[in-house]
Structure formats: C-alpha cells, structure tokens
C-alpha cells in the first residue's frame, strides 16, 4: 500500500510539503507550530448550527446555467480522449449540493452564481488532483486521490 499524505494535514499545514511535515514531526513528536489562530470549537459548532437553518433555493436563470454548464462537461468528457473522465447525473447532483452548501455558508436561502461557479471549480480542481502525474508511475487508473507514492511529494504550488 503507497504511504501518502493524509488530506487533514494539508488543510492545517498547506504551506508545508508532506515530506518536510513528516520529518518535523518525527523528530520532535509534535505538530509544528500554526501560521494561524484556528477558530474556537464552539464558534464552528454555533456556526454550523445557524447554516443549517437556511434552505437555498435556485433560481429559474441559474437551473439554466448550471443546465448548459453540465451539457458542455458531458461533451467534453465524450470528445475529449486525453483526460478521460466521466461525468454523470451524480456530478450534476455534487455542483447542486456544494453550491447549496456554499450558500449556507454565507448563510443565504439563495443560491447565487458565485455558489455554482465556486463548486465547478471544486469539482475540477477534484479531477485534476486526482489524475496522475506523468513520471511517477503506476498503472495510471487515475484511481484514488493520490498524485503518487506521497513520499517526497512537494507541495504541487498550489494551496
């Protein structure tokens, strides 16, 4: 089985490469120090309880939107023989629930534009990361949401 980077870490310590994490950690049996004040339990707990009280709802002119934007993806996915992924009614489901709960977070009953868009970048940003990376080898099933072995991995430059 490939050792790999649990995906929590990335989230706390995003500047740092899974490699150089590892060896601080191992070596003083402790988590480094945060870049940041994370936020008290009991403000994400009250805050998640307000963001669920709101039910976004999608507006006439955005089913039309996200309508032509799934029709596009499934061409795209049919014509385009490189990146080989499948999109389907599941996919169309995933960008309505992020982009309602993307409107929750803002703590609106209306899904705006800016929901849909930022879960269609969630959504690619998904392929992407878990296509693999040429060089690294492996059967290339793309399977998995490693971008390889995880040892030594950097931190790709992004986030």
Same mark, same amino acid.
């Given at each position: 089985?490939?050792?790999?980077?649990?995906?929590?870490?990335?989230?706390?310590?995003?500047?740092?490469?899974?490699?150089?994490?590892?060896?601080?950690?191992?070596?003083?049996?402790?988590?480094?120090?945060?870049? %940041?004040?994370?936020?008290?339990?009991?403000?994400?707990?009250? %805050?998640?309880?307000?963001?669920?009280? %709101?039910?976004?709802?999608?507006?006439?002119?955005?089913?039309? %939107?996200?309508?032509?934007?799934?029709?596009?993806?499934?061409?795209?996915?049919?014509?385009?023989?490189?990146?080989?992924?499948?999109?389907?009614?599941?996919?169309?489901?995933?960008?309505?629930?992020?982009?309602?709960?993307?409107?929750?977070?803002?703590?609106?009953?209306?899904?705006?534009?800016?929901?849909?868009?930022?879960?269609?970048?969630?959504?690619?940003?998904?392929?992407?990361?878990?296509?693999?990376?040429?060089?690294?080898?492996?059967?290339?099933?793309?399977?998995?949401?490693?971008?390889?072995?995880?040892?030594?991995?950097?931190?790709?430059?992004?986030?």
């Amino acid at each position: 089985m490939a050792v790999g980077c649990d995906p929590r870490l990335r989230l706390v310590f995003p500047s740092r490469p899974p490699a150089r994490l590892f060896r601080y950690v191992h070596s003083h049996n402790d988590f480094p120090p945060l870049e %940041y004040e994370p936020l008290e339990k009991a403000f994400v707990r009250n %805050y998640i309880t307000v963001a669920k009280r %709101y039910q976004p709802v999608i507006s006439e002119d955005l089913v039309e %939107y996200i309508t032509g934007v799934y029709i596009n993806m499934r061409e795209e996915a049919q014509t385009d023989t490189e990146i080989m992924t499948f999109v389907s009614i599941r996919t169309l489901l995933g960008i309505l629930r992020l982009a309602s709960a993307l409107a929750r977070l803002r703590f609106s009953n209306n899904v705006d534009q800016v929901d849909v868009d930022e879960a269609l970048r969630l959504i690619h940003m998904s392929k992407v990361r878990g296509r693999p990376r040429p060089g690294l080898g492996g059967s290339g099933s793309g399977s998995g949401s490693g971008s390889g072995n995880g040892i030594g991995d950097g931190d790709g430059g992004e986030g």
